[in-house]
């Protein structure tokens, strides 16, 4: 973290972000209005680099079209079924309708709809058909902004998954499986893997040693590791001792954050110690709603701490077959997402839509929760939440079901249905968001523009 002074709290004043360090872990602190807030912004405004964070949450498989796009346009449109979940986050989120990727049609290459979707989602980029090493796309927006001001926080990106991990082997129509499995590309043959297990991503985090697996090894480092807040309690009260009442309460609120997220990664995993003969990957909740919601709040705590600016989240791939019997929908969803005009299944998928969209108001509320300067966390952040398939039975990909949150540092209004001309790029709205986050880019992909947003 290049622009932050990172030094031990036992010094007379306080910095503007405060590093706690105990026996291996880091913690970086939220910023603290006693710290001066107004005074990094105004540097940071000064330095021309905005503290702004940007996130891409992947869904799979497109939507029940029907139920999830909304009528009308602009401030004034009427939310649909679907999105009536998270009709309290109306103000802060967009719907854009007209969005496209392009690169996630055939193009000539026959089937390959599901692989071709998750590979072209960041990149907008033709994915080489091909099942063996020789891999070929583009380096994903994500990664382009990592490039440019990742060395500015502890971690340049964050991948994220509640999904399995493939980087090779065949899976769709000849497809290799690091295109299905990975939503971030450092460059043309280089996916980022991202990591499932909230454990690891917890370790991550804090920069303690990684403890997962069962054998004698990981059992023993896990048992001489204390709670990362044990760790830095000392040096936490000296920092208490010198702030005022209102960083008193959001460092106790981030600490209890922090416990809240390592108690339930050790339930998790003290569960899973009681299911003989079952391999299941350690900190990995049973439920996949506490899944998806932990590592929703690894996310929130890596933009609080500034640990990272720049995230990707697949919830899951595209082609899963997952099923959600908590929901009553015990078939598979990639199946149903054929429907066939089938009523039924149509209504299992508007089941399944709806799960996810509860899932990303539980993120934007927890977004919201985190004050900041004269904000929120969600305020000075960019998130876009949605896939690269509209209609499963179609396999299009033109005017995807794409929701675009957060209010940018102050440049967005949210709360309205953007109408863009049809088969938009949908790197042009990268390329926008880039130029917030003050990283320079010329073109991303398929690009041919940039959306005007306010």
């Known amino acids: 973290m290049t622009e932050f002074r990172q030094t031990s709290i036992a010094t007379h004043s306080i910095h503007r972000r405060e590093v706690l360090r105990g026996l291996g872990a880091v913690m970086t602190l ?12 105004a540097e940071a405004k000064k330095a021309d680099v905005k503290p ?8 799979p498989n497109g939507v029940n079209v029907a139920e999830w796009f909304p009528s009308g346009e602009g401030g004034d449109y009427t939310l649909s079924k679907s999105l009536k979940e998270i009709e309290k986050n109306r103000g802060d989120f967009s719907v854009i309708s ?14 390959g709809d599901h692989a071709r979707a ?13 099942a063996g090493a020789d891999i070929q796309l583009g380096i994903s927006v ?20 509640t999904d399995g991990k493939r980087s090779s082997g065949k899976c769709d129509s000849g497809y290799s499986c690091a295109y299905q499995y990975n939503l971030a590309w450092k ?4 996916p980022m893997a991202p990591e499932m297990d909230p454990r690891l991503v917890f370790e991550r985090l804090f920069g303690i040693g990684a403890s997962a697996g069962n054998g004698a090894e990981a059992q023993r480092e896990r048992r001489m590791q204390k709670s990362v807040l044990d760790r830095v309690l000392g040096e936490a009260k000296s920092l208490q001792s010198r702030v005022n009442a209102a960083d008193r309460r959001k460092i106790d609120e981030y600490f209890s954050s922090v416990r809240d997220i390592e108690q339930r990664i050790e339930r998790a995993e003290k569960f899973q110690s009681q299911m003989p003969d079952v391999q299941v990957p350690e900190g990995v909740p049973d439920s996949y709603e506490e899944h998806i919601r932990v590592m929703f709040d690894l996310l929130v705590l890596a933009f609080q701490t500034d640990t990272t600016r720049i995230a990707t989240y697949m919830l899951a791939h595209d082609g899963s077959n997952r099923s959600f019997p908590e929901l009553g929908v015990p078939d598979a969803h990639h199946y149903l997402s054929h ?10 998928i508007g089941k399944i839509d709806r799960f996810y969209l509860r899932q990303f108001g539980y993120f934007l509320d927890k977004m919201k929760s985190v004050k900041e300067g004269d904000g929120t966390l969600l305020d000075h952040s960019m998130i876009v939440f949605g896939g690269a398939i509209c209609d499963g039975n ?27 001309k049809d088969d938009t790029p949908m790197t042009n709205l990268y390329l926008s968001m880039l130029d917030r986050m003050g990283v320079a880019a010329e073109r991303i992909g398929d690009s041919t523009g940039r959306l005007e947003l306010s």
Request: aromatic share 8%.
């Open 30 to 41: 939220p910023f603290l209005e006693s710290a001066g807030f107004r005074v990094f912004a």
């Open 52 to 59: 702004l964070r940007a996130a891409w949450c992947y869904i």
């Open 98 to 111: 007209g969005l496209m990727q392009d690169w996630a049609h055939a193009h000539g290459n026959g089937g």
């Open 118 to 130: 998750v590979a072209t989602f960041l990149t907008g980029c033709q994915p080489k058909k091909t």
């Open 142 to 161: 994500d990664q382009i902004a990592a490039q440019k001001i990742g060395h500015r926080t502890r971690l340049a990106s964050l991948e994220l998954s």
């Open 187 to 190: 460059n043309e043959t280089m």
């Open 339 to 348: 429907h066939q005009d089938d009523p039924q299944k149509l209504e299992k």
């Open 394 to 420: 179609r396999h299009n990909h033109n005017n995807l079901p794409i929701l675009f949150a957060g209010g940018g540092g102050g440049t967005l209004s949210q709360g309205k249905r953007r109408m863009l």
